[in-house]
Structure formats: C-alpha cells, structure tokens
C-alpha cells in the first residue's frame, strides 16, 4: 500500500483537529477495499450512501480526471460529527480531485423520482452504508432497483463473524443497537439494521445479483470499534427512554448486555471487526 497515494488523498480531506492519523488509517482501508474491486480509471461511478466521503475520495483519486463520481445520501447537509456530511463533501469538492465528484443530499435511491438511464454507471459502490437502512426490505429493494443503472455492484460492511475476542465488544456494542432499533419507526442512528454476511449474500441473490468475487479484508485497527462502544454507553439509556412500549424484560436483558460491554471495553487491546466485501454482476 503507497503511502504517498494515501498522503496525497488524505489532503483532499478536512483534517481531524483531534487526530490528524485518523483520516489515514481510514483512507487506507476505503482504499483496500477500492483496489479489490478494481475500479478502473476513467470511469463512471455511482456510491449510494457517501455519507462524508471517505470511500468517495478513494475513488475519485482512482478514476482519475476522465472518471466522474456521484454520490448519494439520503442525510440532510447538517447530519453527522464532529464534521457534518456537508461541510465534509464541500471541502472535498473543493480539493485537487473535486471537479471529478457529484453528490446529491436528501436523496432517497428509491422514491419515484429518482431514475438514471439504463446502465449509466460502471460501477455501483456501496460502503459500509448498509447497517443505516431501516430493514432487509429496504436493502433489497433498493438492490432491485439499481440493478438497471450499472454493470458491476461494489458492496462493503462490518464482517460480523467475529474472529478474536478482541472484536466481540465492537460487535456487542453493534448488536446492543440493533436490538432496540427493532421497536423504532424512526431513526437516526449509525446502526438501524444489523446484517450478517450471510444476510446480505441472500439479499443480494435475491435482488438479481450474482456474487462473483468476495473478501474477508482484516479491519481491526480502524478506530471504528473505539467509536461504537463509547456511543453505545453514552446513549442507551436516553435510547431506552425514548422508545416506548418495551418489554421490561427486553430492558433487563439490554443492562445484562451493557454490563458486559463495561466489562469488555476494559480489554487492552479492543479491536474492529473484520469487513466483508464482494464484487456482484
């Protein structure tokens, strides 16, 4: 892995005034993931769910001045910390590779009005954005749909078949909010639906993709599991309150697990979860 390639995009992002390393462990990762899907230059590239940009960034590097980029993200500008979506995506744009980016805010992939001509894309990329969706449902459809758009389906997400014990407190953490997102109709938070890999292959088959290339890409040294568990402990009793109608004993069984979780986050060396990534046709 260059590190020059990961210098030189790191510069096209707003710097983490608290860590300046984080964006580059997270520039190396999008950028592995970018490579095993061997996106080539030049070309045209649709990424549902962008977010801020981190894998957006990967890619317009990657295709160069003849590729184009047009993100998609269903958040409003103002969504996200310490640095909103927004303010992430114009610094960005306003980089050496930002005249290659488009991204389109408050965009819902599947209301009626949003359509692209018949294979407008080489590629479709969805990073690590799966978990954000409201349901299984949602993710298949929204798989249904775009099929038409592009040739080539580039998917990423947390590979949740822990591999060390290391990794179990982020999963617990993840699985913590997954469970109490089930009794909610609306939500905010980064984990809204948790799918397994073997979730996601089923859906994916379903929708009318076939897998044609799939990858376990060790992730632990991103600062992601870090980021959840202390998430989830600063917010799952205001979670808990402000969801109605729980079950009391699903309440108790959510302390047990956020006892175990105290516990766990005390390990030394707690570490990300691996992330499952695939190419589809």
Known sequence: MSTRKIAEIVKCMPPNEYDPSIQSVQTEHRLKLVEFWDIKSGSKVLEIGCGQGDTTAVLAYIIGDEGVVHGIDIASPDYGSPVTVGDSIDFLKNSSIGSRIKVDFETDVLSAEMDF???????????????????????????????????????????????????????????????????????????????????????VGSAGWQIVAEKTIDSSHLQDAKWEIQNTLASYKEELQSTNHLPHKFQALIQSEIYLLEAARNQDNVKSMSTYTFLAK
């Open 117 to 203: 001509p018949d294979k407008s894309f080489d590629y479709i990329v969805m990073s690590h954005c799966s978990w954000y969706l409201k349901s299984p449902k949602e993710l298949h459809d929204i798989l249904k749909k775009i099929k038409k758009w592009g040739n080539i389906l580039c998917f990423a997400e947390w590979d949740t078949r822990v591999q060390t014990n290391e990794q179990l407190p982020h999963f617990l953490s993840v699985l913590i909010q997954a469970q109490y997102e089930c009794f909610k109709e609306n939500s905010l938070s980064n984990v809204r639906t948790l799918f397994t890999p073997k979730d996601i292959q089923n859906i």
